[in-house]
């Protein structure tokens, strides 16, 4: 199981992965597949995209990365929020403003995100900090 866990987890690292170099790389197509346009102030909605969704998608593929390699829980915590964060934004969103076409896929996503790491964590050791000052 360990295994499997980690390979699925390793798996959407490397589709974060591909997310966030996209981003980083051409923002406007990557946004457009997201539903998202640069709009009038194109240099900023670009920055923006190119700052904010590969930061996102990075930060998340490197600590699930090693989180997968190490099979450690604590290192995916970071992932975890992120992405029960965003499934939680577009909750609000589809309760709020209602549906939209393809509203559903991206949530999945997100759900099989916070799935996968919420089992690995609870699976997976921690690692304990060795306290300086020890009693006794």
Same mark, same amino acid.
């Given at each position: +199981? #360990?295994?499997?866990? =980690? %390979?699925?987890?390793?798996?959407? /690292?490397?589709?974060?992965?591909?997310?966030?170099? !996209?981003?980083?790389?051409?923002? /406007? $197509?990557?946004?457009?597949?997201? !539903?998202?346009?640069?709009?009038?102030?194109? *240099?900023?909605?670009? =920055? $923006? +995209? &190119? %700052?904010?969704?590969?930061?996102?998608?990075?930060? %998340? %593929?490197?600590? +699930? /990365?090693? !989180?997968?390699?190490?099979? @450690?829980?604590?290192?995916?915590?970071?992932?975890?929020?992120?992405? *029960?964060?965003?499934?939680?934004?577009?909750?609000?969103?589809?309760?709020?403003?209602?549906?939209?076409?393809?509203?559903?896929?991206? +949530?999945?996503?997100?759900?099989? #995100?916070? *799935?996968?790491? !919420?089992?690995?964590? @609870?699976?997976?050791?921690?690692? &304990? &900090?060795?306290?300086?000052?020890?009693?006794?």
């Amino acid at each position: +199981m #360990h295994f499997v866990l =980690s %390979a699925i987890i390793a798996l959407l /690292a490397l589709l974060d992965l591909m997310l966030g170099v !996209g981003f980083l790389v051409n923002p /406007a $197509a990557s946004g457009a597949d997201f !539903g998202l346009s640069a709009g009038s102030a194109a *240099a900023e909605g670009l =920055s $923006a +995209m &190119r %700052a904010d969704f590969a930061a996102f998608f990075l930060v %998340a %593929a490197g600590f +699930m /990365a090693l !989180g997968a390699w190490r099979r @450690r829980g604590d290192v995916l915590t970071v992932p975890l929020a992120l992405f *029960a964060i965003a499934f939680t934004g577009r909750l609000i969103n589809l309760l709020v403003v209602g549906s939209y076409e393809g509203w559903w896929l991206p +949530m999945l996503v997100e759900l099989g #995100h916070v *799935a996968a790491l !919420g089992l690995a964590i @609870r699976v997976w050791p921690w690692r &304990r &900090r060795r306290s300086k000052f020890r009693v006794g």
